[in-house]
T-cell receptor, first 115, second 114 residues
Framework: AQSVAQPEDQVNVAEGNPLTVKCTYS??????LFWYVQYPNRGLQFLLK??????LVKGSYGFEAEFNKSQTSFHLKKPSALVSDSALYFC?????????????FGKGTKLSVIP | KAGVTQTPRYLIKTRGQQVTLSCSPI?????VSWYQQTPGQGLQFLFE???????NKGNFPGRFSGRQFSNSRSEMNVSTLELGDSALYLC?????????????FGQGTRLTVV
């Protein structure tokens, strides 16, 4: 079975500081990893994904994520946080091997950027 | 290109009633997935349809059902509503033919059961 863990329910960061939102995963095959952001009363917006290749993936709005196979992690990062980045962030995984196409999400991390 | 459209945006239903939610995917997408989002449980997978066939199913009771039409539009039905069914129901579409493609979400339907 595949799973995602986001160990922090909430992350607070000062505007202008770098931010990291953590994610670890478990799959039996090769992982396909995704980050999404959700603003209040809205659906999820796709930020970036890792399929294969370069471990550092760049996405929308200045976000990037680092894939670490040995630590089974896929942490989301941004060099300089904006107040408008405050939202709920979800990490998701799909097993690239045989079997289900299901996309499994973590429980989400609430990011608050303090002015 | 139009995004994923979910209707209605808001619903209020009484316990015991049934409800049908609709999802129109992005043009060309053949996979539609449904999720239930609640503050306590996060995003829980209900089921996924691909080319009119249910391809994956989550751990929800049989009161939750769905279908997909030939134009890839999908409906989700919940019968005999319970208070605990109050949630944001999200629909996501993707190409569905390979596992490395991202899913795109609609804005959701907020269901309140009273």
């Amino acid at each position: 079975a595949q799973s995602v863990a986001q160990p922090e329910d909430q992350v607070n960061v000062a505007e202008g500081n770098p931010l990291t939102v953590k994610c670890t995963y478990s799959v039996s095959g090769n992982p396909y990893l995704f980050w999404y952001v959700q603003y209040p009363n809205r659906g999820l917006q796709f930020l970036l994904k890792y399929i294969t290749g370069d471990n550092l993936v760049k996405g929308s709005y200045g976000f990037e994520a680092e894939f670490n196979k040995s630590q089974t992690s896929f942490h989301l990062k941004k060099p300089s946080a904006l107040v408008s980045d405050s939202a709920l962030y979800f990490c998701a995984v799909r097993d690239g091997g045989a079997g289900s196409y299901q996309l499994t999400f973590g429980k989400g991390t609430k990011l608050s950027v303090i002015p | 290109k139009a995004g994923v459209t979910q209707t209605p945006r808001y619903l209020i239903k009484t316990r015991g009633q049934q409800v049908t939610l609709s999802c129109s995917p992005i043009s060309g997408h053949r996979s539609v997935s449904w999720y239930q989002q609640t503050p306590g449980q996060g995003l829980q997978f209900l089921f996924e349809y691909f080319s009119e066939t249910q391809r994956n199913k989550g751990n929800f009771p049989g009161r939750f059902s769905g279908r997909q039409f030939s134009n890839s539009r999908s409906e989700m039905n919940v019968s005999t509503l319970e208070l605990g069914d109050s949630a944001l129901y999200l629909c996501a579409s993707s190409l569905g033919d390979t596992k490395n493609t991202e899913a795109f979400f609609g804005q959701g339907t907020r269901l309140t059961v009273v």
